[in-house]
């Protein structure tokens, strides 16, 4: 198939591509919205030679920003030398070995040790997994339940999708009941949660640093220090979900530095490999580590055919020296206040806007019909908000959850002060469009 038309790519993706987490009839009535063709830094163009600011960096992964030929050489080199090898049966190689001491290196405490997977979902699965095995082979089979929170986004395998805590993703599988959602900043409902179904049956806690998905939701100064005593004290497993938070993009390595815990298991994918391949991980802490070496009969019977795959190990390897060689995790700090300061403008400009917030280069803005009184639209406005910027050649994300309705920043770590003036600009023409169609 060579040489298609526009037509032609919209009617065989309309027929034979099954979109993930997309409106399936408006995919069959319309087909693709864009077919994107090329990316260089921030930006993607499409088919049609038309510009957009990547302003989400696609699924909050492509840190590094587009078109990076030292990522395309390393892949093409490892492929030639070693495409694949199997990590079963403890048989091992060197870019994976080197990556495991790189991001051990890297992330904080004693979180010495990595699985690797080829995704978050996999990753959260797999946390879930180690921490119930962790407790059985201590002869305590009983400490199976997990404890997340509301409005949280831990990936669409089975046990991530249970432990995720918005309900539209539970209407496609059916949720275990082993699973628990505390409210999202109450470090004391998760106590309450702990007390009332015993601690003796706990697994694990789990959490991302900031929610994402959720929509930006930062946590209280002392929550997470507060969280990790509770677990401490109930000998509950402590696991961050570093997913989205994690390779610069809060302004720290991990998210969780932020609030100065260390875990006993983090999950990683996404900025791990800047989405140039499929790449996730669970970092464990030596505690965990040893304990599974010493308590484990036999073989662990837990991994995935790409654990550990050789040509992602070695983009993964590179890419953090990108991030390294740039000081991309100081970069996303310094933009992200560049950010903030341009949001506080817009409030000032725009009186619809309000509650900007930001972490690093995890950012959101609210839209309300009066920012000042808290009043919202009857209608959520925040998806028109996104139309219309994509039109004016940004690509961003709207939250729209419970009572929501929050516009979602999350460009590349390479962005720039003139970068995120271009986008600040699209989105504040893009509000005042959004507006006068809804008035």
Known sequence: MTNLSKEQLMEL????????????KQQQEDGPPIIFKKGEGIYLEDIDGKKYIEGMSSLWNVNVGYGRKELAEVAKDQITELPFSSAFSNYSHEPVIKLSAKIAELTPGDLNTVFFTSGGSESNDSAIKIARHYWNIQGKPERRKIISRKKAYHGVALGATSATG????????????????????SSDEIRGIIEKEGPETIAAFMAEPVVGA?????????????VRAICDEYDIL??????ITGFGRTGKWFGIENWGVVPDMMTIAKGV???YIPLGGVVLSEKIHQTLAEKTEGTMFHGFTYSGHPVATAVALKNIEIIEDENLVEN???MGEELINGFKQLENEVPVLGNGRTVGLLAAIEVYKDAKTGE?????????????AVKRGLICRSVIYNEADTVVLAPPLIINKEQIKDMLNIL???VEAAVAVTN
């Not at 918005?166 to 900043?185: G, L, N, Y």
């Not at 919202?376 to 219309?388: L, N, S």
């Open 13 to 24: 993706d309309k027929k034979h591509f099954l979109h993930p987490t997309s409106n399936i």
């Open 332 to 334: 996303a700090r310094a």
């Open 214 to 226: 959720g929509g930006i939701i930062i946590p209280p100064e002392n929550y997470f220090k507060e």
């Open 166 to 185: 918005i309900p539209e993703f539970w209407k496609f599988a059916s949720v275990s009941p082993e699973f628990f959602h505390a409210e999202t900043t």
């Open 273 to 275: 490999s800047s989405g």
């Open 376 to 388: 919202r639209f009857e209608t959520k406005i925040a998806p028109q908000v996104v139309a219309e």
């Open 428 to 430: 504040k023409e893009s």
């Open 238 to 243: 402590f696991i961050a979900d570093e997913v």
